[in-house]
């Protein structure tokens, strides 16, 4: 199985039922939601759709670490070419809101079902996340090295500004939320006037 798992990763078949179930774990929730419910919709037999998963709770798990790790790999495109930390904050910060919004099932069921996951596979994930976290806390710590940004502890920082940007899937609704670009540019404005060093 591990070897038919690893092939499915990343196919379109794959990428259907991760957003299939995201869909439903998100609306429906993780409990309530069954593999019949997910492969129906795909158009699969509940048979069939395990030759892609090996479990719901292993869909769960590869819908937290494919979130992640595409979020990470559009702040790092984001930031590509880009050295000035204020900068750097501003791009990636503008890149995290607007793959939230976008995956907005997805990035909303860390704040609901995160626990459903075994400890092993929560660690895994938290380690992905640290990963992800550490380019803004290289980017704070070097703002804070140049004079740019106020000083404090960067892990804090970051938790600090990543937890009021996460919070945007809990309220945000396409049809009557302001546009896309005036959440970020709000969002990013806030954060900028909160850390960076007031000019004397």
């Known amino acids: 199985m591990e070897g038919a798992w690893q092939t499915a990763r990343g ?15 998100y609306e429906k929730g993780y409990h309530a939601t069954t593999i019949e419910d997910i492969a129906g919709e795909v158009g699969m037999l509940k048979g069939s759709i395990y030759y892609y998963i090996e479990s719901k709770e292993e869909l769960l798990y590869e819908i937290f670490l494919d979130v992640i790790e595409h979020g990470q790999a559009g702040v790092e495109k984001a930031l590509k070419d880009v050295t000035d930390p204020a900068e750097q904050l501003e791009r990636g910060l503008e890149q995290h809101i607007e793959a939230i919004i976008r995956n907005q099932a997805r990035c909303g069921l860390f704040l609901h079902e995160f626990n459903a996951l075994s400890k092993r596979r929560k660690q895994h994930v938290q380690e992905a996340r640290k990963k992800y976290q550490k380019i803004f806390v290289e980017i704070i710590a070097r703002g804070q090295q140049s004079g740019a940004f106020v000083e404090g502890d960067p892990n804090l920082l970051v938790n600090a500004v990543l937890g009021m940007c996460n919070w945007v899937c809990r309220w945000y609704r396409s049809e009557n939320s302001p546009p896309l670009e005036t959440v970020k540019k709000t969002y990013v404005g806030i954060v900028k006037g909160g850390i960076a060093r007031p000019k004397a």
Do not use: G, N, Y
């Open 11 to 25: 196919s379109d078949r794959m990428e259907s039922i991760l957003e299939v179930a995201a869909r439903h774990f």
